[in-house]
């Protein structure tokens, strides 16, 4: 059993490590047409968070994964502004929709199929 403030202190660690794999994978943003690396970033996020709380449902840690490192590596607000940056290319635009939510989707599956 975690304790409430070893929970917190949990949550901001992974947190931190989340953040710090979403900004190393906006790297890959710079080197191609679509942002690739927040796409990344959003699909290995919602992957771990199906997995996570579907095995790890009862564990009292879970939303030091959940929460924490989910929630730092995950993006919906970057998506938007990335939408709305690209909305003179339709064709990016629907892509990117596209491979966001059609391979969140997938990534839900696959993480509760697992």
Not at 14 to 23: I, N, V
Not at 46 to 73: D, E, N, W
Not at 78 to 104: A, C, M, P, W
């Given at each position: 059993?975690?304790?409430?403030?070893?929970?917190?202190?949990?949550?901001?660690?992974?947190?931190?490590?989340?953040?710090?794999?979403?900004?190393?994978?906006?790297?890959?943003?710079?080197?191609?047409?679509?942002?690739?690396?927040?796409?990344?970033?959003?699909?290995?996020?919602t992957?771990?968070?199906?997995?996570?709380?579907?095995?790890?449902?009862?564990?009292s840690?879970?939303?030091?994964?959940?929460?924490?490192?989910v929630?730092?590596?995950?993006?919906?607000?970057?998506?938007?502004?990335?939408?709305?940056?690209?909305?003179?290319?339709?064709?990016?635009?629907?892509?990117?929709?596209?491979?966001?939510?059609?391979?969140?989707?997938?990534?839900?599956?696959?993480?509760?199929?697992?």
């Amino acid at each position: 059993m975690v304790g409430k403030l070893m929970l917190l202190v949990g949550i901001a660690v992974f947190a931190g490590l989340g953040a710090m794999g979403r900004y190393y994978l906006s790297g890959l943003n710079q080197k191609v047409n679509l942002p690739l690396g927040t796409l990344l970033a959003n699909l290995l996020a919602t992957f771990v968070l199906a997995y996570t709380s579907k095995q790890f449902s009862s564990a009292s840690y879970l939303p030091m994964l959940t929460v924490g490192l989910v929630g730092g590596l995950g993006t919906y607000s970057s998506v938007q502004v990335e939408l709305l940056n690209r909305s003179d290319h339709h064709k990016q635009v629907i892509t990117y929709f596209l491979l966001t939510y059609l391979g969140g989707l997938l990534m839900i599956f696959l993480g509760f199929s697992l």
